[in-house]
């Protein structure tokens, strides 16, 4: 398995960084000086202070991180086909919701990692989650 079905996508990295989700991870996408496209690199806080190599750097949080992001919330995961395609579904489930057998928000993304990170945008950008 490759490492970005286990990060998310840079384009939810991107929006985690614009909501002010501190840039601390295992993984980061990166995009170098002079090159292109951007690139996953391991621990790459040891890059952070080389202004002359980086030119943009995001976390890219990997499922782990992302799951202890979305505590306290109960957060159930489910894999099903759509389509040709399997997808991950991620919504909240609480005691009221279990009772009541309705689960939303719903968040749907072809890696876990996406559809976490669709989660806690949706939280974030709801005020239903902090940004501590």
């Not at 960084?17 to 391991?42: D, T, V």
């Not at 202890?68 to 389509?83: A, C, D, H, R, W």
């Amino acid at each position: 398995m490759n490492i970005e079905s286990q990060v998310c996508s840079l384009e939810f990295a991107r929006r985690l960084k614009e909501l002010g989700i501190e840039q601390s991870s295992l993984f980061y996408w990166i995009k170098y000086k002079n090159r292109s496209p951007y690139s996953i690199a391991y621990l790459a806080h040891f890059f952070r202070d080389e202004k002359n190599i980086v030119e943009e750097l995001y976390s890219a949080f990997t499922v782990a991180e992302l799951g202890e992001m979305l505590q306290p919330f109960n957060i159930v995961t489910s894999k099903y086909k759509k389509g040709n395609k399997m997808v991950w579904n991620v919504y909240v489930q609480d005691m009221t919701m279990r009772i009541n057998k309705t689960y939303e928000p719903s968040h749907v993304g072809y890696t876990e990692a996406d559809a976490r990170a669709k989660m806690l945008i949706y939280l974030l950008e709801n005020g239903l989650i902090k940004n501590d």
